[in-house]
């Protein structure tokens, strides 16, 4: 059974950092994606960031292009997502999820993605 298990979520001023983490089982393809997704209250879920694990492509969206960085530890299963500079802009419930690919071109759409973990609350304050 595939799981994914983030972490690292919580409540941070503006201008600070946080660093989520996404901790893959229960799959045994080489070749997969895992993709960030964010959702804030009243909006459509919309991708943030994505790696891939076989050419370690990624992917980030323009409004956190600089600030925000994924990475993997293979050994691990674990692929994060370090924040930095964040914004109250940023504050929603981050998702990690399983697919097949990550483009460096396309943004990562959640019909893409087929496993997803339960999220974990980012709460920004100005």
């Known amino acids: 059974e595939v799981q994914l298990v983030e972490s690292g979520g919580g409540l941070v001023q503006a201008g600070g950092s946080l660093r989520l983490a996404c901790a893959a089982s229960g799959f045994t393809s080489d070749v997969y994606a895992i993709g960030w997704f964010r959702q804030a209250p009243g909006k459509e879920r919309e991708g943030v960031s994505c790696?891939?694990?076989?050419?370690?492509?990624?992917y980030y969206a323009d409004s956190v292009k600089g600030r925000l960085s994924i990475s993997t530890d293979n050994a691990k299963n674990t692929v994060y997502l370090q924040m930095n500079s964040l914004k109250p802009e940023d504050t929603a419930v981050y998702y990690c999820a399983l697919g097949l690919s990550c483009s460096d071109k396309y943004i990562p759409h959640p019909y893409d993605y087929n496993y997803w973990g339960q999220g974990t609350q980012v709460t920004v304050s100005s």
């Open positions: 790696i891939s694990s076989n050419n370690g492509v990624t």
